[in-house]
């Protein structure tokens, strides 16, 4: 049986390589993910309700009616109302996660570890950063958004530490391990 109670230093500390330092750490806020989620909860809910619209009347239809319309009303509003309720359950999913994620930037990386029911670890290493994007507001509670550009496939790959607190020293913290990372980059290059 999982523990109620969720130690964050704990699991980060066990995903921490040898030597490795933490230079900043963070959780993200519930209310942040909640505000961002809340339109894929509201669309989904939207969508929940237009599927039973056509769901019950189809179903009434197509079980008392000596001559049925056909399935069609039913699997559309099945369909209609499943999409509906994985939308709605995918953004609680997303606010409960927030419960047991954390955020560290280390001396050698970033990473996100995330524990519901399995354990989720993102590791994104400082040359892999192309760029830095922060979003803070009047209480220094913001979210920092990292960009990797592929020059390949012409990707964008973002990632984000959500709704953390003090994100203006967090930003630092990234912004220098990713331009040391660059200077790395650049001497040996030479």
Known sequence: M????WDAD??????????????????PNMRATAAIEQGQFWVGLLTAGVGTGFLFPSLNDYMLSDAPKGPMGVFFGL???GFGLLS????????????????AVTDHRLLIVKDLGRKQVTTIAPSAINA???TQGRDGA????????????????KLAFLGVHNVGEAA????KLRLGAAAARRTSAS
């Open 142 to 157: 913001g979210s920092i958004t990292f960009r990797r550009e592929t020059v390949d496939d012409d990707k964008v790959v």
């Open 132 to 134: 830095v994007e922060l």
């Open 2 to 5: 999982a523990s109620r109670f």
């Open 172 to 175: 630092a913290e990234i912004e």
């Open 88 to 103: 709605v359950l995918h953004g609680i999913r997303a606010v409960l996660v927030t419960r047991r994620t954390v955020y």
């Open 10 to 27: 704990g699991a980060l500390r066990k995903e921490l390589r040898p030597g490795e330092i933490i230079l900043w750490k963070g959780r």
């Open 79 to 81: 369909l209609f109302f």
